[in-house]
């Protein structure tokens, strides 16, 4: 044993200890050591998916039987059960907290500029898909094999859609909203005249005999679909965002008396932030899982990829282009930062919407990496990446655009410009209400071939590389959604310094009367609602603008 650590002292006062002398304070990493603890975690996720890939491939001449292939991809699938598991408590607990923390002007001008960004960026995608698919022209006529069509012809209908949408906004049942969503079908009528018809049909094949009275029979028989409204298994997470940001910004109005409640939720926030934590050192068996279980289970990977590699190419080319080029411009102009930066924080959220195929699943990490990485602000992103995750849907839009035309020109079809605005309309109007689960946008895609009359039982020739197109569509989807952020953030820094320096003159105001209120209001300033924070936000606006102005005139000098 060394000698005691024994502190000097002079005329009674200690001294610093030598520097010879052990020090409890934690070393400060450098070097190639600091970039390893920075970004252990994305090497984690990057091990994972290079592993998937690694292990799907070398496994595939060996035929494995399909208990096998289940069994590879069981860790997967509980990866994903835990990982969706967080959603919905994520979402709730963001939502109330971030829109409390905001008063209800703000949460407007947010909300105004986020839906006005996700449309525009949305129709922006679409106009881009059809765009490289005119250009590249991925469809080929010869590959059309009318032996495999299906008779199955499904009834869809744009205005079905976007009264579903509504429908889900709107739940008349929030505890049914979190297991199930609601969505149009057709039925058949039940009517008397149908029952009358069926027995007609079998007296007159038995009186007659006949083909003729036969034909007559089956023409009156027909059936006639009605429209029926069901609800089907799965979250409704639209309904649950509208609630949970309308209760949000109600409950920042009550002041004092609701601050219990934000405090809840917020510790509920941050209670699944560190379990995300913890999952996320489970990443490279489960990403690795996931993705060696879908190379595995396709059948013939060779020839799938032979036959739609132009379209696999088209779709990629739009998702990089948009990634690399547009996205980067945007975020320079306006917030005038290095975009490749925020892009690189970001790369293990996208490695694992990548790996999950759902922007819903990767949230959690996604929330991690804007406010642990990028440091985006709390109230921003807790309001913008629930939203933008459900209605979102850039990459969407892009599939969905060249996925029809593709169709098109596989069936011979010659679209003109009518058309075209037609796919570029019902493109962004069904991709903003598409699901954040995988390849929930073949379904939307019905949508816009039945806009367009293309045949829709094609469909079924993109259900072999859907698996892998979905996973590169949903990087965009989950990119754009933290590019929101940062941009909203940027738009609305003024009115976030403004709600700062009324928190902190709040806090610089004299204890009021015991029903929360200040004997002597100030001049200018007004009570709205009781228990309210009383600001004068003009006041406040004034000050932040003069601050903003002294500080680039000290630049200048």
Known sequence: MG?????ASVHGSELPPKTTERSDAPLELTGYRKWLSDNLMLLVTLSG??????????????????????????????????LKLMILPLVISSLIAGSASLNAKMN????????????????????????????????????????????????????????????NVFPDNLFQASIQQAHTVYLPKPSILHA?????????????????????ADELDEVVLVRDVQYRSGTNTLGIVFFCLVFGTFLGTIGQKGQVVVDFFAAIFEVIMKMVTCVMWLTPVGISSVIAGKILSVDDL????????????????????YQFVVMQAIYFVFVRRNPFKFYAGLIQAMLTAF????????????????????????????????????????GTALYIAVASIFIAQMSGMVLGFGELLTVLLTSTAASMSSASVPSAAL?????????????????????????????????????????????VEELSRKE?????????????????????HSEVMLEGQTELITDSVVVDMSAVMNNVSLQQEQQHSNRRV
């Open 196 to 216: 009358f018809n069926e027995t007609m049909n079998e007296t007159a094949v038995l009186l007659s005999g006949g083909l003729e009275a036969q034909r007559q």
């Open 302 to 321: 060779g020839l799938v990829m032979a036959q739609l590699i132009w379209f696999i190419f088209t779709v990629a080319v739009g998702v990089f282009l």
């Open 49 to 82: 998916v290079l592993l998937g890939v690694t292990l799907g491939l070398s496994l595939r001449p060996l035929h494995l039987h399909g208990d096998s292939i289940m069994l590879i991809s069981y860790p997967g699938e509980l990866f994903m059960r835990v």
């Open 355 to 394: 790996a999950t195929a759902s922007t819903a699943a990767a949230l959690p990490i996604t929330f991690r990496c804007m406010n642990e990485k990028l440091r985006v602000d709390p109230r921003i992103t807790r309001f913008v990446l629930p939203i933008g995750c459900n209605i979102n849907m850039d």
């Open 108 to 167: 407007g001008k947010i909300a105004l500029r986020t839906l006005v960004y996700f449309a525009s960026t949305s129709f922006f995608n679409a106009a881009l898909g059809i765009a490289l698919v005119l250009l590249i022209h991925p469809g080929n006529p010869d590959m059309h094999n009318n032996d495999d069509r299906s008779t199955d012809k499904r009834t869809v209908n744009l205005l079905d859609s976007l009264l579903d949408l509504g429908r």
């Open 496 to 516: 976030l310094m403004a709600l700062d320096a009324a928190a902190v003159n709040y806090q610089d105001m004299p204890a009021g009367t015991p029903n929360g």
């Open 3 to 7: 000698p005691p650590n024994v502190t």
């Open 443 to 487: 379904v939307l895609l019905l949508v816009v071939l039945t806009a367009i009359d293309a045949p829709v039982q094609d469909v079924t020739l993109l259900f072999a590389v859907d698996w892998f197109v979905d996973r590169i569509r949903t990087t965009n989807n989950m990119l754009g959604d933290c590019y929101t952020a940062a941009i």
